[in-house]
């Protein structure tokens, strides 16, 4: 950390009156008239009036759909998720049915397209877990140094420094891109975990633990395995997680980190640098971060709904949460929403069950209570306070957070979870971006500033 030496204050986090003012300056500068963007038809947001993504690409890895057409009309629908064609609740339920852990079954469909067979997949299994292994001296020469609390940036910067081992870091080959992807898809729990227990011990005076990772199982037993001081997890821990995982893996090619992922893949640069990019965007609290609101709002309802089986109480703080007048005043109801679903997101129904079953093992059942009230009343509360284009209902943030804080798993390490999961999609987008030879993805802005003759230095004015 560098001072300076003048005023002995961080120069990194110090704002000045002067800082302040130049910003004024700035987005003066920057401001655009709302209108504007109706007039020149632009979709802010790459979206419509009615929340609708404007069609950016064509991709063979998963679908999200919400609609359905009636009379030649489309109306709103249950939410659909579809991994290669096959629906996620098949995926799931036969998973559950034969008992077993299913990440590595569903990161080898959407890869490659279609399902193992027990061959390939045991073959598969092996290579991952080949691939379990970090650079000697790693952790310590790497993670153990300038520890951050914030667990996306040191697995960012971790990612951003495997290119350094790498003798084939720039090659973009499909092969070379498959073998580096099935690396981090393998070496990502290790760099997210590492990391926290690097800023556990360092930042917040706990005991190092840094165990070895598993030579068999799946990602999540190793995850459990090395995030515990004692190792140890129940069956249910692990496979309830492998769900989870198997949940967040893709979302369509539209979602912001998967965008970026499609965008910066499209200028041709190496993996590790578009997999930081795509890391930089799923860190962003409207995108990744999202399930850590949840539980900060369900900790604060918590304290302030005096009676958690009145919902008219519940209700009355769901009205003030909109108005801004409780939690964080940002006049959101976090985990309630989503830009495609809007009768219910087929990722949360599924965790809703497991969630439940989870927090019967625990003896958390009131707090899943409490949690089932929300999922029925905020979206009657939402639809008889503000306008909205089309239906609402809770979305996999909304238990996806109670299930990890269940699971005892760190806040600091929710969102990288996230990140575990979705490198399978990420590296399925990047390798069919590359597959397909697209062009740069370079949308058009139109510029609306006026033209300007050049003022002569001693002519200008304040």
């Not at 949840?294 to 304290?303: C, L, R, S």
Request: hydrophobic content about 40%.
């Amino acid at each position: 950390m560098i001072n300076d030496n003048l005023t002995g204050t961080n120069i990194y986090s110090e704002i000045t009156p002067e800082i302040d003012r130049m910003a004024a300056r700035a987005q003066n500068a920057d401001l655009i008239e709302p209108s504007l963007f109706q007039k020149y038809d632009v979709k802010r947001g790459l979206r419509d009036l009615n929340g609708k993504g404007v069609r950016a690409g064509l991709t063979n890895i998963s679908e999200v759909s919400a609609k359905k057409m009636i009379d030649g009309q489309e109306v709103p629908d249950f939410g659909h998720l579809y991994y290669r064609g096959y629906e996620i609740n098949d995926l799931v339920r036969g998973i559950i049915k034969d008992d077993r852990f299913g990440f590595e079954e569903i990161a080898y469909l959407l890869l490659f397209g279609e399902l193992p067979t027990k061959e390939e997949l045991s073959a598969f299994q092996e290579r991952l877990i080949f691939y379990r292994s970090l650079p000697t001296s790693f952790v310590r020469d790497i993670i153990m140094k300038a520890p951050s609390n914030d667990m996306m940036n040191t697995l960012a910067r971790s990612v951003l420094t495997l290119y350094s081992y790498d003798d084939r870091a720039d090659d973009i080959s499909l092969p070379n891109v498959l073998r580096q992807s099935m690396q981090l898809i393998s070496l990502f729990p290790m760099l997210s975990i590492y990391g926290y227990q690097a800023y556990n011990h360092y930042q917040n005076g706990q005991s190092l633990y840094i165990h070895p990772p598993l030579e068999t199982g799946s990602i999540s037993q190793n995850i459990l395995h090395i995030l515990r001081p004692d190792s140890k997890y129940t069956d249910l821990e692990a496979k309830i997680l492998d769900i989870a995982l198997i949940l967040h893996m893709d979302h369509g090619g539209g979602n912001n980190s998967t965008f970026t992922t499609h965008v910066v893949t499209s200028t041709h640069t190496d993996t590790y640098s578009v997999i930081a990019a795509a890391l930089g965007s799923l860190k962003g609290p409207r995108h990744g971060g999202a399930n850590i609101k949840v539980v900060h709002m369900f900790d604060d309802m918590e304290k302030n709904v005096h009676d958690w089986n009145d919902e008219d109480e519940i209700s009355d703080y769901l009205r003030r949460l909109l108005h801004g007048a409780a939690f964080d005043h940002s006049g959101l109801i976090y985990g309630v929403g989503h830009a495609v679903y809007s009768l219910s997101d087929p990722r949360a129904e599924i965790l809703k069950v497991y969630v439940e079953k989870l927090s019967q093992a625990k003896s958390m059942h009131e707090e899943y209570a409490l949690y089932d009230k929300v999922s029925r009343l905020a979206p009657q509360v939402i639809a008889n306070e503000r306008k909205i284009y089309k239906g609402v209902c809770v979305n996999v943030d909304f238990y996806s957070g109670f299930l990890y804080k269940m699971l005892g798993l760190p806040m600091e390490l929710f969102t990288p979870l996230f990140a575990c999961a979705r490198i399978v999609g990420w590296s399925a987008h990047r390798m069919e971006e590359l597959a397909n030879n697209s062009k740069i993805i370079r949308p058009a802005y139109l510029t609306i500033a006026k033209h300007r003759s050049y003022t002569p230095m001693d002519d200008r004015t304040e």
